[in-house]
């Protein structure tokens, strides 16, 4: 595969002229990434739906995966935040042979022939994404072994062999091994007797050759780590580190007295989260049921990929290959640490010089100014829209403020809230339980259904019913992914709503990592909108109007066609037309289609996307005026915001929604429209600031590569997230004139 080879250090650099475009600089980049898409010639007669005019998906997300672990090669980052992107560009890797390489596998298994829009069976995606993700894992090993670990290394942070260590550290390590960590281990001998055993998902395990001294008989046995308690021990230095499978490998004669060991290698699996089960045949059974179903039968799922140590003798191999039903295709070898995502724990060690400087979120000028008055928050949003921006504005101090203070208001009468994910101790969940005992109405959804929260949510479920709130689960056959709260408020002249609409989770630690957008109203129009749809969600009135809110499936699709329809109208009439959009993944094929149509008219077209894309920017004839740019940094970039130029009298949303078919087709999601002059200006200042970013930015080339935006110098370096951060302690956030869109 001519473009997943090894990784070259030192590429051609850009840099960004006055125009907004890349240049070639004159000092080389540190560092570039394979390219994992491979889009074929468009044909000269191709029309917008050929295949070559899009990017497969699962290839697309796996570029998006170099440029998070191209995070951990950039010597401007700190130490221990390039090991933390390590972790989670493993972390993200385990979770892409789990859901994408799972799902592949399942259709292919079925006989699937259909083809995705880049015109490729699942039997053709899955030996594409085998050779990039071949590369991927070599590269990541790699970056660990000889880059990151010789750096830790030089500032005292150093996992350190057993073989190293000196007579005391030994004795006091082996001494550990048999107080804590003998009693718990559990070796499973696998013989006519003792079938081969069950391995759980993503966990570490010895696969041990014995034989008997007296017999010459061979035998086998499976032993796993017991990581819940930790995996890094301490020695006496405090930050060298011991892995507990190399005590545990060292100390394994223990585990079988009578037996030698002949090798003793770690391996680890990955199983896929496709369960495969119908949810049409549900037997009566109620959603919750389905879904605890569903988890007990992830447990059993197929194995998708094998990890082992390159050592590990062939004959084993070929005996873990077997009982698991892989192929040889399905092994990744590693020459270093099993398991790149359990070094988290080093990149929180209290080392600040080694990590970003530290930055506490801001609470809103206007709420800071009103905790003293009688009607708080409430008093702040009817005065106009407020707009919050995570992380850089505290969801302490005002998504959460907003509920606590509803749940304590005596004039509040109900709440109603979407839940997709939150945290275990959730003070959202909190206010909402004290709310409900306090004597209002609280209806919550729960999406049962939030993939790797199922069971997390289901014991919100329980918790929330137990102090009286009206729990849903949400909608038969779509997943509600709408991030809204309303509250309905006894005042003077009659009942009043209060909403919130975000494009995050209501997740209080998520909220201080990934950015985030909540608009807060008491538009009555908005309000009698989110009436309108919660009454869908938790009752039987599927058929309801809404006279500003866009709600998915229903309407969202439409509703932005429409908006770069009436741009290339314009474009074709010769006036001004801009399309600005800002989203996680870009996908789905009608909206990618109208984009084309759209760039073929004239109108200039910038998407901001941090993760995957199907659409294939600068193609002559299709895209030649739209860019696309991904940016990744400190924070996780999660907001979605919208910009429509509109003849001069712009447009612009917010919501839960990407332009992605899940979204569109699958799940309950919300778009809202900014009506207030203030809070739309500050969005298109945003979008601005994003497009002017140099720092994070990575572009995107119509043959699929990205490029990293890199200034010749530091100084021109202009990095999204440290100007926001400046901006919100400067208490300017606010503040900004509108920037020309351009």
Avoid at 35 to 51: E, G, Q, S
Avoid at 179 to 195: E, I, N, S, Y
Avoid at 235 to 257: C, G, S, T
Avoid at 517 to 539: I, K, M, Q
Wanted: hydrophobic letters at 40%.
């Amino acid at each position: 595969m001519p473009d997943s080879e090894p990784l070259d250090l030192a590429p051609e650099a850009t840099v960004p002229s006055g125009d907004g475009h890349a240049e070639p600089a004159a000092s080389p980049v540190p560092f570039s990434v394979p390219r994992a898409t491979h889009p074929r010639p468009v044909p000269k007669r191709a029309r917008v739906d050929h295949p070559s005019l899009f990017f497969n998906r699962e290839l697309s997300w796996l570029d998006f995966n170099w440029r998070v672990l191209a995070q951990s090669f950039d010597d401007r980052t700190p130490l221990l935040e390039r090991l933390r992107f390590l972790a989670i560009a493993a972390s993200n890797f385990d979770e892409f042979f789990r859901k994408r390489v799972g799902a592949l596998k399942m259709q292919h298994a079925a006989g699937v022939a259909s083809r995705t829009p880049d015109g490729r069976t699942p039997e053709q995606q899955l030996v594409l994404c085998r050779s990039s993700a071949l590369t991927f894992f070599e590269t990541m090993n790699a970056t660990w072994q000889h880059t990151l670990a010789p750096l830790l290394a030089e500032h005292g942070v150093e996992i350190v062999a057993y073989e190293r260590l000196d007579a005391e550290e030994r004795r006091r390590l082996d001494r550990h091994f048999q107080q804590h960590v003998f009693p718990v281990l559990t070796p499973l001998a696998v013989d006519p007797g003792h079938p081969f055993p069950f391995i759980s998902d993503l966990s570490l395990s010895f696969a041990v050759q014995l034989r008997h001294p007296k017999r010459g008989t061979e035998h086998f046995a499976r032993l796993k780590v017991p990581t819940a308690r930790g995996r890094w021990l301490a020695l006496d230095e405090p930050h060298r580190f011991l892995p507990l499978e190399d005590l545990i490998r060292h100390n394994m004669p223990d585990l079988f007295r009578g037996m030698e060991i002949v090798s003793a290698h770690l391996f680890r699996i990955t199983r896929s989260v496709e369960t495969g089960r119908d949810d049409d045949d549900d037997d009566g059974e109620t959603l919750v049921e389905i879904i605890e179903d569903e988890l007990r039968e992830r447990r059993f799922a197929p194995v998708v990929r094998l990890e082992v140590e390159a050592s590990m003798p062939s004959p084993v191999r070929a005996l873990l290959q077997e009982e698991l039903g892989l192929s040889a295709g399905d092994v990744y070898e590693s020459e270093t640490l099993l398991d790149l995502s359990g070094l988290m724990p080093l990149a929180n060690l209290p080392l600040p010089d080694l990590q970003f400087p530290s930055f506490e979120p801001v609470v809103p000028v206007r709420l800071s100014r009103s905790r003293d008055t009688s009607d708080g928050i409430f008093g702040v949003i009817r005065e106009g829209d407020l707009l919050v921006h995570h992380p850089f504005e505290s969801f302490r101090g005002s998504v959460q403020r907003f509920l606590e203070e509803a749940a304590a208001d005596e004039q509040v009468v109900a709440i109603k809230q979407t839940l997709y994910r939150t945290s275990d101790d959730s003070p959202i969940v909190a206010a909402l339980m004290r709310a409900a005992e306090a004597g209002k109405q609280v209806a919550v959804l729960v999406e049962v259904q939030a993939r790797f929260d199922e069971a997390n949510n289901l014991e919100h479920i329980e918790r929330l019913e137990k102090a009286g709130v009206h729990v849903t689960y949400g909608v038969v056959g779509l997943k509600t992914h709408a991030k809204v709260i309303l509250v309905v408020r006894e005042e003077e002249d009659g009942l009043r709503t209060y909403s919130h609409f975000g494009t995050g989770n209501y997740h209080p630690r998520t909220a201080r990592l990934y950015t985030d957008l909540g608009l807060f109203t008491a538009r009555p129009e908005l309000g009698s909108d989110l009436v309108n749809l919660f009454h869908y969600l938790t009752g039987y009135a599927p058929e309801q109007h809404y006279k500003r809110l866009l709600v998915a499936p229903r309407d969202v699709r439409k509703a932005f066609i429409e908006c770069i329809r009436l741009e290339a109208a314009a474009a074709r009439r010769g006036e001004p037309a801009r399309i600005v959009a800002k989203m996680n993944a870009l996908d789905d094929v009608p909206i990618i289609e109208e984009l084309y149509k759209a760039s073929a008219a004239g109108v200039e077209i910038d998407l901001i996307i941090r993760g995957h894309c199907r659409l294939r920017p600068g193609l002559e004839r299709f895209s030649s005026t739209i860019r696309v740019r991904s940016i990744l940094g400190r924070f996780l970039e999660h907001s979605r915001v919208f910009y429509f130029e509109n003849g001069g009298e712009p447009r612009v949303f917010i919501g839960s929604a990407d332009w992605q078919r899940r979204n569109l087709d699958d799940r309950v999601e919300t778009i809202v429209e900014v009506d207030d002059e203030k809070v739309r200006n500050r969005l298109v200042r945003l979008l601005g600031l994003c497009l002017d970013d140099t720092r994070q930015s990575w572009t995107l080339a119509e043959d699929g590569t990205y490029t990293l935006l890199y200034p010749k110098t530091e100084a021109e370096a202009v990095g999204i997230h440290n100007r926001l951060m400046e901006r919100a302690h400067l208490r300017k956030i606010e503040e900004d004139a509108p920037w020309d869109i351009g």
